[in-house]
């Protein structure tokens, strides 16, 4: 069975803050997939990474980072320099390309960041 | 382009309405997805097609009937629904199954 763990159920942070949000997960499975989503107030899932589980090289896109680490099971994601405008919930999830895991999503169970000015 | 549009944005209904939701996406991918999202939670798979073929059903209840028409097209028929259905229903699309997912907006349901 394959399991994602989110521990933070909520952060709070200032403006220009650093904020780094945790993703533990579980799985049997030799190649899988990661991803990160982010859900604003307004519903829509929008798609951030897609790591695979082969490439375990650190990714930056702009102000946010991630940081696979297989050893760990862990795949955690920052953001520099927070601004009000990354205020949502944001959502890590596995997916399993092989036996009764293929084609669905496994979500955490997601954390909110709240950004103040 | 990234997107999948959804039809309602939001939609109110009584039990004993009859009603569609319906997922459009142009990038091309064969595999379509519905889930089911209610607050604070994340989102639960219902329904999975492929090559417009019924994948996988997570057990929902038959007042829950989707349809894909085409390629391009998904439908989630609604007939007979409680209160407790009332959530935020999201429509993905992926080039094939095991593959990124991308969500549209989602519909706003309310069941009176």
């Known amino acids: 069975a394959q399991k994602v763990t989110q521990a933070q159920t909520e952060i709070s942070v200032v403006e220009k803050e650093d904020v780094t949000l945790d993703c533990v997960y579980e799985?049997?499975?030799?190649?899988?997939?990661l991803f990160w989503y982010k859900q604003p107030p307004s519903g829509e899932l929008v798609f951030l990474i897609r790591r695979n589980s082969f490439d375990e090289q650190n990714e930056i896109s702009g102000r946010y980072s991630w940081n696979f680490q297989k050893s760990t099971s862990s795949f955690n994601f920052t953001i520099t320099a927070s601004q009000v405008v990354d205020s949502a919930v944001y959502f890590c999830?596995?997916?399993?390309?092989?036996?009764?895991?293929?084609?669905?999503?496994?979500f955490g169970q997601g954390t909110i960041l709240t950004v103040h000015p | 382009d990234t997107e999948v549009t959804q039809t309602p944005k939001h939609l109110v209904m009584g039990m004993t309405n009859k009603k569609s939701l319906k997922c459009e996406q142009h990038m091309g991918h064969r595999a379509m997805y519905w889930y089911k999202q209610k607050a604070k939670k994340p989102p639960e798979l219902m329904f999975v097609?492929?090559?417009?073929?019924?994948?996988i059903n997570e057990s929902v209840p038959s007042r829950f009937s989707p349809e894909c028409p085409n390629s391009s097209l998904l439908n989630l028929h609604l007939h007979a629904l409680q209160p407790e259905d009332s959530a935020l229903y999201l429509c993905?699309?992926?080039?094939?199954?095991?593959?990124?997912?991308?969500f549209g907006p989602g519909t706003r349901l309310t069941v009176l």
């Open positions: 999830a596995l997916l399993g390309p092989h036996g009764t895991s293929y084609g669905k999503l496994t």
């Open positions: 097609y492929s090559y417009e073929k019924l994948s």
């Open positions: 993905a699309s992926s080039t094939r199954e095991a593959d990124t997912q991308y």
């Open positions: 799985t049997r499975d030799t190649t899988y997939y």
